[in-house]
């Protein structure tokens, strides 16, 4: 909620800036214009993603279908480069975007704005989660408090953080010192898990900036807009970012599957095996992935 003088804390400023109406991430605004991530800069990203289409295809002995999410998909630039590599056609290419189908993507890639029900096959997640939005804590002499923002980027310090991002950050980030700054990434957290309660069966990737809370005294949030890094704006003409707790992930994901990693939901018959974190860029799959940082 925007405050009288527009302030409102970071999360809900992010989640306007990037999806609301006109936000930075709807209709048909591309990424691509304002940064290069692996899948934008060389067909090599999609030439190593089928590889591991090809191990995992093998590792189910080949089903009829095969599903592969790309997950945040962009301008769907993997999966149009996996189409051009003419991989099999029991391999079912699905872009999940809130952004509107690009032109050119080759027919057999199918667009929607949320992903499959049920996966059983692979779900890449290319520089997504740094795109869900955070709540910024600041710790002061009186605790950590919340830090609101203004459309044009100015902030003061709010309220207390509530109970859940107060549990969080004592878990994940904890703030020690005046002046320190974390991102609460509990809603990243969330849409990993539900995304990992749908793949049945199969291998998750998630390639991102990782952080580590003892390194980013200030916090990580940035802004990028027409290829160069910019402060953290959130007006819609800017990218932000944050970079991504992959520790929370895995917690979040493994509590979402339920005691002893059962099957995490209705009609869930296999538990997924554990998803390939991108925790470091695996060689080979590390062009750098936005130009400025
Ligand atoms: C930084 S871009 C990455 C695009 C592409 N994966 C790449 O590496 O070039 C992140 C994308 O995630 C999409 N996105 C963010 N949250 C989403 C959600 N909840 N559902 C679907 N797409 C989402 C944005 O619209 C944006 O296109």
Redesign the pocket.
Same mark, same amino acid.
């Given at each position: 909620m925007t405050g009288v003088q527009g302030f409102s804390s970071w999360r809900p400023a992010f989640a306007r800036a990037l999806?609301g109406p006109d936000g930075f991430?709807t209709g048909t605004r591309r990424? /691509?214009s304002h940064y290069r991530?692996?899948?934008?800069a060389s067909p090599r990203f999609a030439a190593a993603i089928a590889r591991l289409l090809a191990a995992v295809d093998a590792s189910l002995d080949r089903p009829p279908r095969l599903d592969v999410v790309?997950?945040?998909?962009?301008?769907g630039?993997?999966l149009a480069g996996l189409a051009a590599l003419a991989v099999p056609e029991r391999w079912q290419l699905t872009a999940?975007?809130?952004?509107d189908r690009p032109d050119a993507l080759p027919e057999r890639v199918a667009w929607q704005?949320?992903p499959p029900e049920r996966i059983v096959g692979v779900v890449v997640a290319?520089?997504?989660l740094?795109? /869900?939005p955070v709540e910024v804590v600041e710790q002061t002499a009186g605790g950590p408090r919340i830090i609101e923002v203004t459309r044009t980027g100015a902030e003061r310090v709010g309220p207390l953080p509530d109970v859940e991002d107060e549990r969080w950050l004592r878990r994940w980030w904890p703030l020690t010192r005046v002046g320190q700054r974390a991102e609460v990434g509990r809603d990243r957290d969330a849409?990993w898990a539900g995304l990992m309660g749908r793949l049945e069966c199969g291998v998750a990737v998630a390639v991102d900036y990782p952080v580590v809370p003892a390194s980013a005294p200030t916090g990580t949030l940035t802004g990028f807009r027409d290829g160069r890094q910019v402060p953290p704006v959130p007006d819609a003409s800017t990218?932000l970012t944050a970079a991504v707790l992959f520790g929370s992930l895995v917690a979040a994901r493994d509590s979402a599957a339920g005691p002893a990693g059962g099957p995490s939901g209705p009609g869930a018959r296999r538990r997924p095996t554990p998803a390939a974190h991108g925790r470091h860029r695996p060689a080979g799959l590390s062009a750098r992935a936005r130009d400025g940082r």
């Open positions: 999806y991430y990424p /691509v991530t692996s899948p934008t790309d997950m945040g998909a962009g301008g630039e993997l999940v975007d809130v952004l704005p949320e290319n520089e997504w740094d795109n /869900v849409a990218d």
